[in-house]
């Protein structure tokens, strides 16, 4: 087996695992997940943050989807390149199908956690759609249920996202095994099939130990000043979409339409010499690296969102600031101003005995309820959420001995 061969038959195994792992981690996460604007992002913190294996499920997904439109770049560009796809072409067509259904299944997948980068990016993205001539708005509105996010945006993405795509994905791999032709079965039946796939599981299960699927603050329709990321694979148009705002529908509609046209054509193209077929994946490479690149060194120069946990702890301290610290000084130790004048019967947050006889859900009931005339009640001004990021706040600045 050639060098050639060899990277197809890994990219596809690879691609085969990728998905599998996808959609296993996707009906796990269903049954958690709840498709609303108001319910989204707490089902997917409920997820990350305390649902048993919910943590890991979210980081397969997250990974495995990355993964997958990776392994299946680099598949479709060596099959071009080995001259397959003129050979065999329902399994190059079908393969060009299956790619274009994983990136819509990864564009509609993209807003469900509901977190500022989800809702922004996908505000932006279907703003972009909105520009392609004639079906365009037709298009996003579909997507939106309407002009605007509304209580039906999410429910239809949740829709396309786990049972279209996926139901779609699902057939074009059945075709694909039913072809007696297809140059997969031929891969898939390679005796190193096996090895190959035991050794990209645990290779993989490896690296997500020590990653984490992101999750930034809660979406908030009102911060106009986010600035959205893209996922890496969007970066490249992301950044092209910057030399052409003068004429937005080369991004949305030609720049799409040419590729998208040029790799159904293939089969039927004249099937140049193997060196000019590499050419020319090696040339639309290095203007993917090229705009990618410009995209991430443009990137440093804006204000890095926060992660929910980082933006968390940054609240959490601002609310210390903003609603405690004239009770219990801004050293924990009870003698903040206003508990001097009115002789408050203020804990010292820095003293054993405290943490001795006050647990976590005394805690959370007296910033939640109060407690008399010596505590307001907070419960209509913070979340649950942000008072568990408060007392462990206070846990971390003031608890004698603390280890997380």
């Given at each position: 087996?050639?060098?050639?061969?060899?990277?197809?038959t890994?990219?596809?195994?690879t691609?085969?695992?990728?998905?599998?792992l996808?959609?296993?981690?996707?009906?796990?996460?269903?049954?958690?997940?709840?498709?609303?604007?108001?319910?989204?992002?707490?089902?997917?913190?409920?997820?990350e943050?305390?649902?048993?294996?919910?943590?890991?499920?979210?980081?397969?997904?997250y990974?495995?989807s990355?993964?997958?439109?990776?392994?299946?770049f680099v598949?479709?560009?060596?099959?071009?390149?080995?001259?397959?796809?003129?050979k065999?072409?329902k399994?190059?067509?079908?393969?060009?199908?299956?790619?274009?259904?994983?990136?819509?299944?990864?564009?509609?997948?993209?807003?469900?956690?509901m977190?500022?980068?989800a809702?922004?990016?996908?505000?932006?993205?279907?703003?972009?759609?909105?520009?392609?001539?004639?079906?365009?708005?037709?298009?996003?509105d579909?997507?939106?249920?309407?002009?605007?996010?509304?209580?039906?945006?999410?429910?239809?993405?949740?829709?396309?996202?786990?049972?279209?795509?996926?139901?779609?994905?699902?057939?074009?791999l059945?075709?694909?095994?039913?072809?007696?032709?297809?140059?997969?079965i031929?891969?898939?039946?390679?005796?190193?099939f096996?090895?190959?796939?035991?050794?990209?599981?645990?290779?993989?299960?490896?690296?997500l130990?020590?990653?984490?699927?992101?999750?930034?603050?809660?979406?908030?329709?009102?911060?106009?000043e986010?600035?959205?990321?893209?996922?890496?694979?969007f970066?490249?148009?992301?950044?092209?979409?910057?030399?052409v705002?003068?004429?937005?529908?080369?991004q949305?509609?030609?720049?799409?339409l040419?590729?998208?046209?040029?790799?159904?054509?293939?089969?039927?193209?004249r099937?140049?010499?193997?060196?000019?077929?590499?050419?020319?994946v090696?040339?639309?490479?290095?203007?993917?690296?090229?705009?990618?690149?410009l995209?991430?060194?443009?990137?440093?120069?804006l204000?890095?969102n926060?992660?929910?946990?980082?933006?968390?702890?940054?609240?959490?301290?601002?609310?210390?600031?903003?609603?405690?610290?004239d009770?219990?000084?801004?050293g924990?130790?009870?003698?903040?101003?206003?508990?001097?004048?009115f002789?408050l019967?203020?804990?010292?947050?820095?003293?054993?005995?405290f943490?001795?006889?006050?647990?976590?859900?005394?805690?959370?009931?007296?910033?939640?309820?109060g407690?008399?005339?010596?505590?307001p009640?907070?419960?209509?001004?913070?979340t649950?959420?942000?008072?568990?990021?408060?007392?462990?706040?206070?846990?971390?600045?003031f608890?004698?001995?603390?280890?997380?």
């Open positions: 087996m050639g060098p050639l061969r060899w990277i197809i890994v990219s596809a195994v691609s085969l695992v990728f998905l599998g996808v959609i296993l981690s996707g009906w796990g996460m269903a049954g958690s997940y709840v498709p609303s604007l108001t319910d989204a992002f707490p089902s997917t913190l409920y997820m943050k305390y649902s048993s294996g919910g943590h890991l499920l979210r980081s397969i997904h990974y495995s990355s993964g997958l439109v990776f392994s299946g598949f479709l560009c060596c099959f071009y390149i080995s001259g397959f796809a003129a065999y072409h399994s190059w067509i079908l393969g060009v199908v299956l790619y274009l259904l994983i990136i819509g299944s990864a564009f509609t997948g993209y807003v469900l956690p977190d500022q980068n809702y922004w990016g996908t505000k932006v993205r279907l703003g972009i759609m909105d520009t392609v001539p004639l079906v365009g708005t037709a298009i996003a579909f997507l939106r249920g309407g002009a605007t996010f509304n209580s039906s945006t999410l429910p239809r993405f949740f829709t396309l996202h786990g049972s279209v795509f996926a139901t779609a994905i699902c057939l074009c059945f075709i694909l095994s039913q072809s007696r032709k297809s140059v997969l031929q891969y898939f039946s390679d005796q190193r096996n090895v190959t796939l035991l050794v990209s599981i645990i290779l993989f299960f490896v690296l130990s020590n990653f984490s699927a992101p999750l930034e603050l809660p979406a908030d329709p009102a911060d106009v986010y600035n959205p990321r893209p996922e890496w694979y970066l490249w148009l992301f950044q092209f979409g910057k030399y705002e003068w004429a937005p529908w080369i949305s509609g030609v720049l799409p040419l590729g998208v046209g040029f790799l159904f054509a293939v089969p039927w193209l099937n140049h010499a193997q060196k000019r077929r590499s050419a020319i090696v040339s639309w490479c290095l203007v993917w690296l090229t705009l990618t690149g995209a991430i060194i443009d990137d440093q120069d204000y890095q926060p992660n929910y946990s980082d933006g968390m702890a940054f609240g959490a301290e601002k609310n210390f600031n903003r609603l405690c610290i009770c219990h000084g801004p924990g130790l009870g003698d903040g101003p206003e508990a001097q004048a002789d019967q203020t804990p010292n947050f820095t003293a054993r005995e943490w001795n006889n006050t647990d976590e859900q005394q805690m959370i009931i007296a910033i939640k309820d407690k008399g005339n010596d505590m009640d907070f419960g209509e001004s913070l649950y959420e942000q008072i568990l990021a408060l007392i462990y706040h206070i846990e971390k600045s608890k004698p001995n603390y280890q997380e």
